[in-house]
């Protein structure tokens, strides 16, 4: 069973900038297209981002320009670079596969964008 460790999270004021990090065990992490989720206490999980295994990437309008995907396969490790936060980025954060999640969920990183 694969499982996935996101890291990075943490308080950060508006305008500021978070790097987050999906760590995954096991061998198949290559094969998969892989997303970045966030979920906001009151509201449905929302897909934030994803990357293929070759590394074509598409966005979520709400941080398309301030946020970057990416991956590293020989790491097991994917990224989500977060620029300009706004206080609305403010959920816990989730990586898992796309756009079927073939993976347990993992604990999550909390990001706060608050003065």
């Known amino acids: 069973q694969v499982q996935l460790v996101e890291s990075g999270g943490g308080l950060v004021q508006p305008g500021g900038s978070l790097r987050l990090s999906c760590a995954a065990s096991?061998?198949?992490?290559?094969?998969?297209?892989m997303g970045w989720y966030r979920q906001a206490p009151g509201k449905q999980r929302e897909r934030v981002a994803a990357?293929?295994?070759?590394?074509?990437?598409n966005y979520a309008d709400s941080v398309k320009g301030r946020f970057t995907i990416s991956r590293d396969n020989a790491k097991n490790t994917m990224y989500l670079q977060m620029n300009s936060l706004k206080p609305e980025d403010t959920a816990a954060y989730y990586c898992?596969?796309?756009?079927?999640?073939?993976?347990?969920w993992g604990q999550g990183t909390q990001v706060t964008v608050s003065s």
């Open positions: 096991g061998s198949t992490f290559s094969r998969y297209a």
């Open positions: 898992n596969t796309f756009p079927i999640f073939y993976y347990a």
């Open positions: 990357i293929t295994s070759g590394g074509n990437t």
